[in-house]
């Protein structure tokens, strides 16, 4: 409340009493705290500085100043003054020894006194689970002056401490559930490790529960879970002691504090996260906890269904970064202010963002932890190839940095949670409400009676499954169909990760292909067409082993690209890039670099789709400074590889250029321009989807679309998926890879199948 002549009658006026009134005369009145110093100028300010002492009532104050200054001017600063949060009113003079109490509460924007009553007639109730120890917690509360309740009297307290071992202790549940129920608020506390963790306050009705920290929590711990797992074991693993009396005791008395300042009224963001302080270094750190508005707990379960099970609806969305890594819905910036929260080493969705150190700055390839696509078989199945983390490319950093975190959501996203549409039949019961999984997956024949030496021998993105039993009943998920404008049905096994345990898992795996995040459901939806399309044009060349003609690199006069070529130069690399670009007419380039110093090339490859083909090229070469890192240290006598899977090792050793025509530019076509793919920009996003749309009816197919954002997310993911169009690895089913080469002149008559590249893409 804003003091003035006419308020406060009767009540006792002065500055806030942790701030320290120093006057230098002629120059300005000081008020000096721990946190910072203000300086108020002015003569009238200076003459009424020492009347405002706290010892004198307003109309005193103004009485006493009517012989320094007109009682309306004396007034209006005393006005200001409070306005700026400077001064506090109270009853009475505080109680003896009860100054400092009160200055910190002023301090903290609160009225002392008020902060002081509230605290003296709350009560809080003193817990532990697992093996924690109540009473060193409830000996710091009541040494702290609170008063403690014992449990027959828990539902009187204000507040609840428990003390736990680890936040993931199962017995949490039921202090969460009656809580919750009961409309009440507890703290959890932490001590016993070199991390002491306290908060956040659980119980407000718009915040988060238990149960949506401990969900956050266990994904942060992806072995710790696998091997409870695997020995059919639930809960958190039991930690060895790991803590010093007076780090406890610390954290003890901290998490006191924590309380007390909430029961004397304080409130502020840092109460709904986490906080954590580390013993060995002291250093703090608050971590975001959000609430899942699909929390099982203290959510609706619904969301995923009636989000899946509605239709797609897109709507215009103008571009807001036409940048050349891509024109999308926000700029990179945008990306991380919005969705930058999700990082965060406790309690994010992505642990950290970091620049892989080898190699030069100029590569901008960022990591975001492992990629769970790469290893959906178990954690002992997980080979370091180039895709063995989820990762971001791009010309800036900061690029990087969002591609990474981005490909990170795709990852998570994708993974089955339990609240998604599941409906169990058969592929003949479904008719045409489904999608046949072999139009999808693409497996020939003949690959299904070789699988088991087949997959003996190749990693398992290249793994070919159980063939399909149409009358198996199994799990269905629907897809929205922006061809037809109505549902189809796909195997909820080749649509998310982690569903192997589903009946479908023999003959369906998950992967990658066609999922993309965005800064809207348009933006996310082109992304993963545009991938689609580029690995469907490069399974096209690669298996066929088509010569395409060379990029004239030089004609798009790009300074990146120069530059890229400059620095790949200095590793003793060579770059050039090939124009793969389809029957789909959307521009689509592979870039190409191998090592010119020793004899095993060490050939990475990177690959790009766009309409607009200078985007397309960068993309590209991005990728091929994303995937360079783990080859950077190679050595003439083949060791130096930061890579152990047996396939991609294979190639980085014994491939070369020269005896594989296919990887250079063919020799009798003139190198590609910018302008042989010409681009009309378009302004809007949706009309480049409508615009892929318009190909894919053209090429006779259909462009489904499952959207996966997940609600406590928010950063819009999306399948798509194009039954028919190829993915880059090895599938060899009739149809497209035999086709369109013929179709494009690139080939008299089909490749045979036993004359298929033998070497399945690596990547």
């Known amino acids: 409340m804003t003091l003035t002549a006419s308020s406060g009658a009767g009540a006792y006026v002065g500055f806030k009493p942790h701030l320290r009134v120093e006057a230098v005369p002629g120059e300005a009145v000081y008020l000096i705290s721990d946190q910072r110093v203000t300086a108020l100028h002015g003569e009238h300010v200076e003459r009424l500085a020492p009347l405002l002492d706290g010892t004198r009532r307003l109309e005193s104050v103004l009485r006493e100043a009517a012989d320094l200054m007109p009682t309306e001017q004396a007034g209006r600063v005393v006005a200001r003054l409070s306005q700026a949060g400077l001064l506090t009113e109270h009853a009475a003079g505080p109680a003896p020894g009860a100054a400092a109490e009160h200055a910190f509460w002023e301090a903290a924007g609160l009225s002392g006194p008020a902060a002081a009553d509230r605290l003296r007639t709350s009560a809080v109730h003193v817990t532990a689970v697992g093996g924690a120890d109540a009473g060193e917690l409830r000996r710091a509360a009541e040494a702290a002056g609170l008063g403690t309740v014992p449990a027959s009297d828990a539902l009187a307290a204000d507040l609840t401490l428990v003390h736990c071992e680890d936040y993931l202790d199962p017995a949490l549940k039921s202090v969460d559930a009656e809580h919750r129920a009961a409309g009440r608020t507890w703290l959890p506390v932490r001590t016993g490790g070199a991390q002491t963790w306290i908060g956040p306050?659980?119980?407000?009705?718009?915040?988060?529960?238990?149960?949506?920290?401990?969900?956050?929590?266990?994904?942060?711990?992806?072995?710790?879970?696998?091997?409870q797992r695997m020995l059919h074991r639930s809960g958190p693993l039991p930690r060895p002691s790991c803590s010093l009396s007076a780090g406890r005791l610390a954290g003890l008395h901290l998490a006191v504090l924590e309380a007390v300042k909430w029961l004397g009224g304080h409130r502020r963001p840092g109460q709904r996260q986490l906080w954590t302080l580390n013993g060995l270094d002291l250093t703090g750190e608050h971590h975001p906890v959000q609430r899942r508005p699909q929390c099982a707990a203290c959510?609706?379960?619904?969301?995923?269904?009636?989000?899946?099970?509605?239709?797609?609806?897109?709507?215009?969305?103008?571009?807001?970064?036409?940048?050349?890594?891509?024109?999308?819905?926000?700029?990179?910036?945008?990306?991380?202010?919005?969705?930058?929260?999700?990082?965060?080493?406790v309690t994010g969705l992505v642990k950290?963002?970091?620049?892989?150190?080898?190699?030069?700055?100029?590569?901008?390839?960022?990591?975001?932890?492992?990629?769970?696509?790469?290893?959906?078989?178990?954690l002992t199945s997980l080979r370091a190839g180039l895709r063995g983390t989820s990762s971001g490319?791009?010309?800036?950093?900061?690029?990087?940095?969002?591609?990474?975190?981005?490909?990170?959501?795709?990852?998570?996203?994708?993974?089955?949670?339990?609240?998604?549409?599941?409906?169990?039949?058969?592929?003949?019961?479904?008719?045409?409400?489904?999608?046949?999984?072999?139009?999808?997956?693409?497996?020939?024949?003949?690959?299904?009676?070789?699988?088991?030496?087949?997959?003996?021998?190749?990693?398992?993105?290249?793994?070919?499954?159980?063939?399909?039993?149409?009358?198996?009943?199994?799990?269905?998920?629907p897809v929205w169909s922006l061809t037809s404008g109505r549902h189809r049905l796909l195997p909820t096994s080749l649509l998310y990760y982690g569903s192997g345990q589903l009946d479908a898992g023999r003959f369906c795996h998950a992967n990658s292909n066609g999922t993309a995040a965005?800064?809207?459901?348009?933006?996310?939806?082109?992304?993963?067409?545009?991938?689609?399309?580029?690995?469907?044009?490069v399974a096209l060349w690669w298996y066929n082993r088509t010569c395409q003609p060379g990029v004239d690199l030089d004609s798009f006069a790009d300074t990146w690209v120069a530059e890229l070529r400059s620095v790949h130069a200095s590793l003793h690399r060579e770059v050039w890039a090939l124009d793969l670009t389809?029957?789909?007419?959307?521009?689509?380039?592979?870039?190409?670099?191998?090592?010119?110093?020793?004899?095993?090339?060490?050939?990475?490859?990177?690959?790009?789709?766009?309409?607009?083909?200078?985007?397309?090229?960068?993309?590209a070469l991005a990728e091929t400074n994303q995937l360079l890192p783990p080859v950077l240290d190679a050595r003439p006598d083949g060791s130096g590889y930061a890579l152990?899977?047996?396939?991609?090792?294979?190639?980085?050793?014994?491939?070369?250029?020269?005896?594989?025509?296919?990887?250079l530019p063919d020799p009798a076509a003139r190198a590609v321009r910018p302008a042989d793919h010409p681009y009309v920009p378009r302004a809007d996003l949706l009309e480049d989807v409508s615009a892929a749309g318009d190909i894919v009816a053209r090429a006779g197919l259909e462009l489904l679309v499952l959207d996966q954002t997940r609600p406590d997310v928010g950063l819009p993911v999306v399948r798509v998926i194009v039954p028919g169009l190829r993915p880059h690895w090895a599938r060899f089913a009739p149809g497209r890879l035999f086709d369109a080469p013929v179709r494009l002149g690139r080939l008299a008559a089909p490749t045979r199948y036993e004359d298929l590249n033998p070497v399945p893409l690596f990547l």
């Open 201 to 227: 306050f659980f119980g407000a009705a718009d915040g988060p529960c238990w149960y949506c920290l401990a969900d956050r929590l266990w994904r942060g711990r992806p072995v710790e879970a696998h091997v």
């Open 352 to 378: 950290e963002i970091r620049r892989d150190p080898r190699g030069p700055a100029f590569l901008n390839s960022f990591h975001a932890g492992s990629n769970p696509a790469a290893g959906a078989h178990g």
């Open 518 to 537: 965005g800064g809207s459901l348009e933006d996310a939806v082109l992304q993963g067409f545009l991938e689609l399309v580029e690995r469907d044009a």
């Open 644 to 663: 152990t899977d047996p396939e991609t090792l294979s190639w980085m050793r014994t491939a070369r250029a020269d005896g594989r025509p296919h990887l």
């Open 393 to 477: 490319k791009g010309a800036t950093p900061l690029q990087a940095r969002v591609g990474a975190l981005g490909e990170a959501m795709e990852r998570h996203s994708g993974h089955l949670q339990g609240d998604e549409p599941i409906r169990r039949s058969s592929l003949r019961e479904l008719g045409d409400e489904a999608v046949h999984p072999d139009d999808v997956q693409l497996y020939d024949p003949r690959q299904f009676r070789d699988r088991h030496r087949w997959n003996a021998e190749h990693s398992h993105f290249h793994h070919v499954t159980d063939p399909f039993d149409e009358n198996a009943e199994i799990e269905w998920t």
């Open 299 to 345: 959510g609706d379960t619904g969301l995923m269904r009636r989000q899946v099970g509605s239709p797609v609806a897109l709507v215009p969305r103008p571009k807001r970064d036409l940048g050349n890594g891509g024109h999308r819905a926000l700029s990179p910036e945008e990306m991380l202010e919005r969705y930058g929260h999700l990082i965060d080493p």
């Open 582 to 619: 389809s029957d789909l007419g959307i521009p689509v380039f592979a870039a190409l670099s191998r090592r010119v110093d020793k004899t095993a090339e060490d050939i990475v490859l990177g690959f790009g789709a766009h309409f607009d083909p200078r985007v397309a090229l960068r993309r």
